[in-house]
């Protein structure tokens, strides 16, 4: 299976800032890779797909980079309705596998 | 709208099975793939396996062969996940999804259904 390891786990952010999440795969995925936001007792929520396309109805100041085995998920300006939980997952192979999630939280 | 409508919360003997029900609207039911995955508190998500509500085909993760049957009903646009030989390991929210995919971009889910919590305890 391909192990999906993200950091940090956990970060504090203030409004306003710039927010860098890194998710590295065991093993090359070419762009095949997801982010998604969760938030408390809600569904997972598609914000990147294929590495870098925006979904629909997704803020632009979300973004993704890289591929291979190196990914990011940037928030260029922090707002009060994203402190979330974020969590890649890659689509190159089954079984699907999944990022531990890096929490944002309020500094 | 595209929505996927679970259904409601469950509580489960350790030996018991659960069925857990994924109702489709707002699309063609037979077009797109629905996984399911499931999230025990505070962890991480974990996927089980998917379903082609067309043909009926299925894929499972090994962890869960033998103990997992998805199943479709095309004239409700429902999927089913029903897992068997529960432990209170298997205590989580489990979630159905719709799989998006593009030969050029891989497969993505989108939307997720609401959550199923299903407990085990004795």
């Known amino acids: 299976d391909i192990q999906m390891t993200q950091s940090p786990s956990s970060l504090s952010a203030s409004v306003g800032d710039r927010v860098t999440i890194t998710c590295r795969a065991s093993q090359s995925i070419s762009s095949y890779l997801n982010w998604y936001q969760q938030k408390p007792g809600k569904a997972p929520r598609l914000l990147i797909y294929?590495?870098?396309s925006l979904q629909s109805g997704v803020p632009s100041r979300f973004s993704g980079s890289g591929s291979g085995t190196d990914f990011t998920l940037t928030i260029s300006s922090l707002q009060p309705e994203d402190f979330a939980t974020y969590c890649c997952q890659q689509s190159y192979t089954t079984p699907r596998t999944f990022g531990g999630g890096t929490k944002v939280e309020i500094k | 709208q595209v929505q996927l409508a679970q259904s409601g919360a469950e509580v489960k003997k350790p030996g018991a099975s659960v069925k857990v029900s994924c109702k489709a609207s707002g699309y063609t039911f037979t077009s797109y793939d629905i996984n399911w995955v499931r999230q025990a508190t505070g962890q991480g998500l974990e996927w089980m396996g998917w379903?082609?509500?067309?043909?009926?085909?299925?894929g499972y993760a090994q962890k869960f062969q033998g103990r997992v049957t998805m199943t479709r009903d095309t004239s409700i646009s429902t999927v089913y996940m029903e897992l068997s030989s529960l432990t209170s390991d298997d205590t989580a929210v489990y979630y159905c999804?719709?799989?998006?995919?593009?030969?050029?971009?891989?497969?993505?889910?989108?939307?997720w259904g609401q959550g199923t919590l299903v407990t085990v305890s004795s």
């Open positions: 999804a719709r799989c998006a995919e593009q030969r050029r971009f891989g497969s993505w889910f989108d939307p």
């Open positions: 379903i082609n509500p067309n043909s009926g085909n299925t």
């Open positions: 294929a590495a870098s």
